[in-house]
């Protein structure tokens, strides 16, 4: 399974470097992939684990105050990183068309992008989440070559269920990752959104799930440790 750690913009410098040490002591053969905040990239040292970031610039190195591009990441070892998360979209105004230029940087650098999607309460209360599923895939992963493709990781996360502490049932999970295996049967398909260790026992149970995406839960390397027991 991955496990993707998206720790937002959590910890100081001190608190970093105390929790990637207690982080590389977590045992199993799960893949984690931890995405600090851009400012503790070049602080990580680790071989167990692999380094992810929680954004990408759209646009080439240059005159782009307070972006980082892909190039940079790349220079970091920066092997994965998030794209359109739905705080992303929320507070920066991020479009499917920034997403898909964002994609087609971190895989000209050889980054593999995580790349978010799912629908708000209202969408899935009148029955369009799996259209607007469907619409934002298309258009943000339009003009990739199959290859291309296949390498981007896609994380189901319903924006309702991130940090509130609800949760799809499996049944609805299941739903959606078929929906996102017919549109791309070859990529890995993750869920995100108040996975916790009160839930991973119902949680693991969903078929055809390649891992999941945690934000809260990554904080407590206590509580990160139980989950990944139990899963
Ligand atoms: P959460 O966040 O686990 O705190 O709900 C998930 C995410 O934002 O990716």
Redesign the pocket.
Known sequence: MIIVL?N?CNLTKEEFLTYQQNLEKIEGSNQIILCPSNVFLGLFNSNRIDLGSQNVSKNEMGAYTGEVSAKQLKSLDVKYSLVG???RRKYNGEKPSDIAKKIKKLLENNITPIY?VGETKEERESNTYKDTIITDIKESLIDLNEEDKNKVIIAY?PIW????GLIPSNDEIEEVIFLIKEQLPNNKVLY????NNENIDVLKNIKCIDGF?????SLSIENLNKFINKL
């Open positions: 998206n937002k998360h739905s705080e978010c996360e269920s991130i940090g509130t995100g959104g108040s996975a995406l945690l934000g809260g839960l």
